[in-house]
Nanobody
């Protein structure tokens, strides 16, 4: 059984920063981890992913250069540092985990999801 719990969402002004955290409980933390987001009326979209060791990452074009995904395996936690936030970044952000290679993350719905955390960026 894998459970993911996100935290760190909130309200921030455009240009500001937020850091999201996601802690995994389960038998292992040996998964590719990712962040997705969903805005009202839109489909859930891939944001960023990171390999088991943290050695490689990938990002959606819309956040590349502004967001940084990282993980601390000792704490079973994955982070999303969001910088230079824009109003269009407002969404519910979901943590996800799957037993796939990095290249596959984002091409199909992950196996496990967190409950989501709201991020609102005001203009």
């Amino acid at each position: 059984q894998v459970q993911l719990v996100e935290s760190g969402g909130g309200l921030v002004q455009a240009g500001g920063s937020l850091r999201l955290s996601c802690t995994l409980s389960g038998r292992t933390f040996g998964y590719t981890m990712a962040w997705y987001r969903q805005s009202p009326g839109k489909e859930r979209a891939f944001v960023a992913a990171i390999t088991l060791t943290g050695g490689r990452t990938k990002y959606a074009e819309s956040v590349n250069g502004r967001f940084v995904i990282s993980r601390d395996n000792a704490k079973r936690t994955v982070y999303l540092e969001m910088n230079n936030l824009k109003p269009e970044d407002s969404a519910v952000y979901y943590c996800a985990a799957d037993e796939v290679v990095l290249a596959m993350m984002g091409s199909r719905p992950p196996k496990w999801w967190g409950q989501g955390t709201q991020v609102t960026v005001s203009s």
